[in-house]
């Protein structure tokens, strides 16, 4: 096995592990809390990478790449997908663990997540309220009052669409971002169908109407204009 060089630094180094497992929520004693904790960590991993990726094909739109615009767009329903995946995995909690997890979160929710926000801002659909979430800090609403004021994903696709004389090169894109925002529908379906189980028709974290809410969310669209007849 070759030895690191300092030119080239080692796995754990790379990757900063001990670092990241050092904030990481795996070191509970309760491993239920350790699978909840975590996921939810993870989660916002993988959003912290599909804002990359957004902000990447915005800008390939808007230089009039549409090839690079899909080849950045492909990974974003793969990495969905993934979050899917973990959904799939809380389901395996008991009910009675659930509850127990769910008790001393106390007033923090998934509606929180600032990230989650973010991608629906940058995507392009912006419901401004959002910004006054409670439990956001101030740093959390400058980053989101600036996703307001900035281009949207949609904006770029809609000039690109219109600016763009070949039109194989359009759906080609258009079906590229489609595929996210079609992912993106199915998670938010099964994060509702995972509250229906655990809650039923019941409140959520932090006062919400749980799956209810969950169930409308579900049914908007980041993107409108890639779905046919918009």
């Not at 950045?72 to 993934?82: D, S």
């Not at 769910?102 to 401004?128: K, V």
């Not at 409670?134 to 740093?139: L, V």
């Not at 049914?219 to 204009?225: A, K, N």
């Amino acid at each position: 096995m070759s030895r690191p060089t300092a030119a080239y630094p080692p796995y754990g180094q790379v990757l900063r592990l001990e670092e990241l497992l050092q904030a990481a929520r795996v070191h509970d004693e309760d491993v239920d809390r350790v699978l909840f904790l975590a996921t939810h960590q993870s989660c916002e991993i993988s959003f912290a990478v599909v804002l990359r990726h957004l902000e990447a094909v915005r800008a390939a739109l808007d230089e009039g790449e549409g090839c690079l615009a899909v080849r950045r767009a492909a990974p974003l329903p793969v990495l969905v997908t993934t979050l899917v995946g973990q959904f799939d995995a809380l389901a395996t909690l008991s009910p009675g663990a659930f509850e127990s997890i769910r008790t001393d979160l106390g007033d923090a929710s998934g509606l929180q997540s600032a990230q989650y926000r973010e991608i629906e801002y940058l995507c392009g659909l912006r419901d401004a309220r959002f910004v006054n979430t409670a439990g956001f800090r101030d740093a959390d609403r400058k980053r989101l009052l600036a996703r307001l004021e900035e281009r949207s994903v949609q904006e770029a696709y809609r000039d690109y669409a219109l600016a763009c004389a070949d039109r194989e090169a359009v759906e080609q894109v258009r079906a590229a971002l489609l595929d996210f925002d079609e992912a993106f529908a199915v998670w938010r379906a099964r994060h509702a169908v995972l509250a229906e189980r655990f809650l039923g028709g019941g409140s959520g974290t932090a006062g919400s109407d749980g799956a209810s809410y969950l169930w409308r969310a579900a049914r908007r669209r980041l993107l409108p204009d890639v779905w046919p007849g918009q």
